[in-house]
Every structure is written in structure tokens, then in C-alpha cells.
């Protein structure tokens, strides 16, 4: 059930929204399903962004000059070197990076972005040897070398063919190396700790780590940029190309993608490639940087997420799986892990919502089959959805509490399994009622970086969240009178708490009529380190009436909890859990 129009179109949500019957691009038109068209229009366009910039009588007249049926070139002339690898710099990557695209690449965009090619192929190789770190000795025919001059006995399966500029190769983990065949067919082991690497034609290459991008809008990044952050990322583009992305342009650029399922599903960034362009805050900046500072490694990201979709539309037999896929063949085959960050179009829909945990559960088994033949599972780090502040029903409170608690259980019951991690996102800042704003991106993505350096570290990512609410009391007055609270316990022992919390954050259900009942008026750090909820005199009598699990315990219920806040001095935030039942006990003195 849609809870509202206007609140579905918001997010992406519409009966319309499956397929279009024609996809506009910047100024040429194309049949949905026509991939051919979608993909030269994509050359043909960035191609006219790097070479007019922001002058929109110039882009104008070069659409015009280059797209067939707008009075000018025909498809043959329109497709030249002018297209190539020109995304980057619309992508705000430096003229040297798009000009060694032109001439890596081969000829247009178009070649990188084929699945069936793959961005390595396309690669134009003009001459042998690697430097910048790494250079061929005299018996480099016999044997591969490298600075740590390792045996052709010791080759991984995973050797990469002819790089692009400003590619990341996927490192081993045992080793901090990556292999690489040259023009003349040698075999070279780069180190995490050389380069950048110049191969044959391609340069500032990197040895690092691949991670993918995937979920909606706020994976995609949807907040305006600020001033903060000074490295740019190594980035498998949204049109398929290698490049680098400074901190104040976005990771996705869904308008330049040559795949048609981006043109296909709404998205605002899309309809408007501009606006990416104040609003394109990610939280990778963030992330690359901490996982630098920590591991002295460097990422490479592969943005996969589309705004506005249900997880259903990220199903294993749909475009953006597909898409996905595609790309990580592209990129070499091998990656660290996944990025993710959906939910909230689920959220909106309460069928979509109690149906979530099955789903969920179906996409990380498929997913991790598909990715069995890697040497080591990859890392899965995703994020509980946040906050939308809106008028709503009970209902549409239900949904995003369920789906909250459905990313919750999923991780509780494959943990053991896979190599999950989960963060909480309540306490981050927003730019508007659904998306997160740069500041809050930065906290999510220093979070995920938290969670992915500690399973690289071979250690658990830690969670928390409450496991038990206890009743004790407090007598006084000649134990006329007492203090009731709810004592709160944890999954992990006695966690660290900046300050207390909001009465808010936490609230008390009736599970016969799934009332809410206003009972808490202060939650409290007591002095060993403890967390209680104060109740009401009435309150509590209602609570010690009732039969043993009516009222439960919920932290951060509902579309817009008012204040989660729970923060330990480590930078773990509680997340948003329940149903905790009450247990009732005696006095404690």
C-alpha cells in the first residue's frame, strides 16, 4: 500500500516508474531499449560537456552539430575522439586525465563502457614496462618482477590485463601486491606502497583496494557540498571510464551512464545532470580518507546506486543488479567489498516493508553465490536506514520501524556466516527530510571505514544495541515512595556513552493494540556507568498490572525518532532496535 502520491514521487516511487518508453539525455533522445543509441548519446554529450563547460549556447550548438535528427553530423563523424573519456572532465577530474583517455582508451567512451569489452580491453597499449616504482630488470622476460622481486611460482589467479589511467588494481591481502601483464605479455607485481604506476600508455595507476557503491539516493550522494575534504578518489566513473573525483564533485554521475536502466528509472539527477553538481555530496571522501589514514591503503570506488529504488528493483534478475555485475567484470573481476545504503523506498510502503527481512535475506545469499569464486568472501558493510521527517500514519511508522528491524535481524542471523558489518545513521545531520546532508554523510562514511578496517583486521565490526529493560526500584521517603526505572542493557558490556540521551529516543508499545505510551519522562547515566529510564508513578503501576510481555521497548520507532543520539566516545552509535520485552523484578536498594 502507497501511503501517499506525493510521498512516493519524493522518493522514486511511482506505477510509472518501471520503464519509460523513450529516455531523454541532455538534448538527444533515444527508445528506452535502445542501448546502441543510449550510449552514443552519452559519448556525444560528454563530449560536448568537456568541450563548453557551463555555456549553454556552446553545448547547444555542439549537441546540435553531433546528434543525428538535430540538423547536424551524422552517427559516423559524431562519435571521434572529441568523446573520449571526455566524462572525466565533467566530472571534474584534470584535463591530463582526459586527454590520456583519448589516447588509452582507443576512441570513444562508448568502447570502455561495453560489458563485453570491459574498461581493461578497450586499453590501447603502446608501449612494454612499468615505472614509477617498478621498473623491468634484465631477466624481467624470465620471470615477473617487482620491488619485492616475487617468484612467477607465486602469480594469483587475479592478474589484470592493460590498465587504464588512474586505475586501482585490486591488491592481494597477503601479499599488499597486485599483478599486471604488459603490451609484451610480462607479468609485473606492483606494490600498495609504489607508484602511482605509468603501464605502457597508462598512468597514475594504483595498487589498492575496490569497493562498490550500491543502494539509492543516499549512496548515490544527495547532499549539498561543503568545503571539507582535499584528496580526490580514484573512481570507475558513472560512464565507465577511470578517473579521479575531488571532494566537491559528485562520485555518481547517473546522466553520463551508457547503460539504459539509468536513464530508465527516475532519478532527479538524471532529468537534471546539474544538480548533481550542488548536490552530489558522498559520503566516500570520508570513508577513502579514514581508510587510508589507518591502513595505508588506498580505494578505488565503482558507483553502482540509483536514486528512488526499492529493494525489489534491485533484484538479482534487474538492470542495477546486472549493471553491477558488469562493472565489477570490468574493473578485473576481484574487489574488497560493498558499500550499502537502501531501504527508505521500501519504507514508504508497508507491503514492501513487512516483506523486507525475506528479501534482504534472498539478495545477500544471491549475491555472495555469485561471488563464490573469489579467493576470500568480500566484505559487506551497509548502513540501517535514517530518518524522513514527515506528517505520516501509524502505519507508515510501522513500515520504517520494520524495515529498520529487518536490517538488524538479517545481520544478527548472518554474521556467523558472512563478513557483514552494519552502522546506524539516526544521529546523522540531514539536508532535507529524507536525505542526508555532507556532514551526515561524513559520519556514515567514517563509520562504514571504521567497519571495514576492523574486518580487514581479522576483528568483528562492532555493533550496539539494547538486549534487555529491567524494572527496578528505588525506594525513599521510608519507603513510602520509590523511584521506578527501566535499567537498559547491552549487547556489548557497559558502553562508553558521550551523554545522556533524550527521554525521547526510547518509547514503550502496547503489543495488543500497538498503542505508544508516554510513561518516560528522563533517561539518565548513572554514576557506574548505567542506563535508565524514568517512569511515570502511573506508568509504572500500568506496566506491573499487565501480563509478562505486553509492553515492549523500542529505541528509535518510527519515520522521524526524535532525538537518536546515542553515541559512545568511540564513535559507535546505538542502533535503532526492539522489541525489548520489560522485565518486572523486586526493589534494589
Known sequence: MKFSTVLCLAVGLTASSVLAQEVNIQGCHCDANDTDCIRECVTNTNGCVAQCGSDTSCYSNCIQASWPGQGGASKTESTGASATGSSEASNGVSPTASSDASASNGASASNGASASNGASASNGVSSGGVSSGVAPSSSAAASPVSSGAVSSGAVSSSVSGAASSYQVLQRQWDTNTAWVEDAQGQRHELSVNGGPYTIDGAHNVIVGDLWLLAGQSNMRGFGFFDSRGTHGVHCFQSNEVWGTVPPSRPIHQLATSPRAIHHTLPDPTVRDPDLALERGASLVPEFAERYRQELGVSIGVVPCAHGGVTLGQWASDGG????????????????????????????????????????????????????????????????????????????????????RKAQLD???????????????????????????????????????????????????????????????????????????????????????????????????HDTQTSARLDMIYSARLSRDGHLDLYLTEKGYQQLAAAAHGRYVLWYGYGRNPLSGNLVTTSNLALLACGPVPIVMTGSLH
Open 410 to 508: 538479517v545481520f544478527l542471523q548472518q554474521q556467523g556466516r558472512l563478513r557483514l558489518a552494519m552502522i546506524p545513521t539516526l544521529d546523522a545531520d540531514m539536508d532535507d527530510f529524507i536525505h542526508l546532508s555532507a556532514k551526515g554523510l561524513q559520519t556514515v562514511g567514517r563509520r562504514m571505514a571504521d567497519a571495514a578496517i576492523a574486518m580487514i583486521r581479522q576483528q568483528e565490526a562492532p555493533v550496539l544495541y539494547v538486549t534487555t529493560a529491567t524494572m527496578v526500584n528505588f525506594p525513599y521517603n521510608k519507603d513510602k515512595s520509590a523511584l521506578h526505572l527501566l535499567r537498559l542493557g547491552f549487547n556489548q558490556p557497559a558502553p562508553d556513552f558521550e551523554a545522556s540521551p533524550s527521554p525521547a529516543a526510547f518509547t514503550i
Open 320 to 403: 542495477l543488479y546486472r549493471a553491477m555485475m558488469d562493472k565489477i567484470k570490468m574493473v578485473g573481476g576481484w574487489f574488497t567489498g560493498v558499500l550499502w545504503y537502501q531501504g527508505e523506498s521500501d519504507a514508504v510502503d508497508l507491503d514492501l516493508a513487512r516483506r523486507y527481512q525475506e528479501a534482504w535475506t534472498q539478495w545477500i545469499d544471491r549475491f555472495d553465490r555469485d561471488k563464490t569464486m573469489m579467493d576470500r568472501k568480500p566484505l559487506f558493510v551497509y548502513a540501517q536506514i535514517a530518518r524522513m521527517v514527515t506528517d505520516g500514519t501509524p502505519d507508515l511508522d510501522l513500515a520504517w520501524t520494520l524495515v
